[in-house]
């Protein structure tokens, strides 16, 4: 399995971007998928998560409110849908996969800069 990010770039504060993470593969409707972030100086840090089936979701206090992780098992995609960023948002977001055999999977990166 592969991870490939988009969707990233530079927005105002306030602003909406949506990332997508592609997956190839067969396996994608069975993993558990998340996205991460990791800004300058900081560790990686968890933003979302959802369940195979895509019936539970989960977020950090930082976005909870407003950002929406969501994912489409017959495109293969999950997406990450945020709004009213804020120039701490800014940072690599990053797709994550955990397959049924506990296998971690990790996208490329993908910069998301957000401007006061």
């Known amino acids: 399995v592969q991870l490939v990010e988009s969707g990233g770039g530079l927005v105002q504060a306030g602003g909406s971007l949506r990332l997508s993470c592609a997956a190839s593969g067969n396996t994608f409707g069975s993993n558990a998928m998340g996205w991460y972030r990791q800004a300058p100086g900081k560790q990686r840090e968890v933003v979302a998560g959802?369940?195979?089936?895509?019936?539970?979701?989960n977020y950090s206090d930082s976005v909870k409110g407003r950002f929406t992780i969501s994912r489409d098992n017959a495109k293969n995609t999950m997406y990450l849908q945020m709004n009213n960023l804020k120039p701490e948002d800014t940072a690599v977001y990053y797709c994550?996969?955990?397959?049924?055999?506990?296998?971690?999977?990790w996208g490329q990166g993908t910069q998301v800069t957000v401007s006061s």
């Open positions: 994550h996969a955990r397959t049924p055999w506990g296998t971690s999977i």
């Open positions: 959802i369940t195979s089936a895509g019936n539970i979701t």
